[in-house]
Every structure is written in C-alpha cells, then in structure tokens.
C-alpha cells in the first residue's frame, strides 16, 4: 500500500493498494459417478462399471501453478466521504487444466472491475453505491446498485445499511439479460458488521426455482490498529 497524499492535518487521503496472489491447483474425477456407452451391456440391458471405458482421461489433472493481481485506489475527503475504483485479473497464467497428457485446455482468466464511493447527505445519512463488472471467457457478470446507511455519530456507533442491487448476466444466444435482484441489509456496532442480502431471480431459472431466491448472512469484524499510525479506509 502506498499512500499518495493526506497526513495528520489533512483530510483528502489518497492511497494505491497492490495485491498479488499465488497457489497451486489441481482437478480430479471420481470415475465411480461416471458411466460411458461403452459400459452399456446389451444382453443385460444395463450398465456394467466392471467394463472398460476405453476413455483416455486421466484421473487428475498435473498440478498447476495459479497467478493473480489486483490494483485499487481510494481517496478519503472525510469521515463519510469516499471513492473508490479498481480492477483484478485472476488466472493471470492461464494454467493448463487438461485431463488428456500432451494436450492443452488453458484455463479463462477472470477479470473484475470494480468502483464506488461514499457520498453523504447530512452527518448521519449517506449513499454508498458501487458496480462490478466481471468477463471471464465467453461470461460476464455485472452487478450494480447502492446502499443507504445511517449513523448515530454516539461514542458507541450504531449504523445501519439497507439498499437494492441488480444484477446482469449474459446467456447463449440472448445477450446480456436481468438475472437477478439483491436485497441487503446490514447492521453494524462498532467494529462488528452483521449483513443479510437475498436473491430474487428475474430469468428463467426462476422457473427451476419456483421464483424464490438465495439467502446470504455474512459477519465482518474490523481489527483496530495497534499502533500510532493509523490507514484510513473507506466503506465498501
């Protein structure tokens, strides 16, 4: 992280975040869930899995190395003030995912760009929007919408967020549609942030699921920095 303006007197902190991320992966086949049309008996009429396949797909993968990197900027104008905007690649090598030796099957890599801020209306009410866009391949994801948060500004901080996003995908043949719209909602004490958000599908997988959504609870604690110098961060 490296911090581009602002200070102790100052309140228009600016700062550039680098990550960078490397693993190891690899994929497997568990052959016992599988059948094949050479493992069709015709005097039985049913599937022998004591019958050879006669398939050459190994059962793993070689193991691969996996390479990611993200960038993100943020300028803080004050308590309640903010924006933000950035981007990540992900599967930045293109590992190679084959089942088949001597063959090729890079993997797609992923990338997501993301923007958003803080804007506030008063001292204790602000709108937080933000919108992500992510391409992966053929597939992209875009997600966008805005919170609204209010504070009590107490020496014993009380907020809360509440707000409707959309989001968009693409399907074959039919360009980019509605997929789904996302309620949240989130509560927060002090250091500790406890959200709930909910699906509600818009395309035809709403026909699958009988139009009802999926529900998402997630917990956030802040850890406070232990020392006299002090990184602002924005709200996400």
């Not at 500790?192 to 604690?221: C, P, T």
């Amino acid at each position: 992280m490296k911090q581009l303006s602002g200070g102790k007197y100052r309140t228009d902190d600016q700062y550039l975040s680098f990550a960078l991320q490397a693993g190891f992966g690899q994929y497997s086949l568990d052959y016992g869930n599988f059948w094949f049309s050479n493992q069709y008996n015709s005097g039985t009429e049913s599937i022998d899995p004591t019958l050879p396949s006669n398939e050459l797909i190994a059962d793993n993968t070689n193991i691969f190395l996996d390479i990611s990197a993200g960038l993100l900027y943020y300028a803080l104008f004050d308590e309640d003030a903010s924006i933000y905007g950035g981007g990540a690649i992900i599967h930045a090598n293109r590992p190679n995912i084959s089942f088949q030796e001597n063959e090729s099957e890079p993997l797609y890599s992923k990338y997501i760009i993301q923007a958003g801020g803080q804007l506030p209306f008063n001292p204790n009410f602000s709108m937080l929007p933000g919108a992500m866009l992510a391409l992966q391949g053929p597939s992209q994801e875009t997600v966008f919408g805005t919170n609204f948060r209010y504070t009590n500004h107490d020496w014993y901080e009380v907020a809360i967020r509440a707000g409707l996003w959309a989001r968009l995908a693409n399907k074959l043949d039919q360009g980019v549609n509605l997929d789904a719209m996302i309620y949240s909602f989130i509560l927060e004490v002090e250091r500790w942030n406890l959200g709930i958000s909910y699906d509600v599908n818009h395309s035809s997988l709403r026909k699958a699921s009988l139009s009802r959504g999926g529900v998402e609870i997630s917990l956030i604690y802040v850890h406070p920095y232990q020392s006299r110098y002090r990184v602002n961060c924005p709200q996400f």
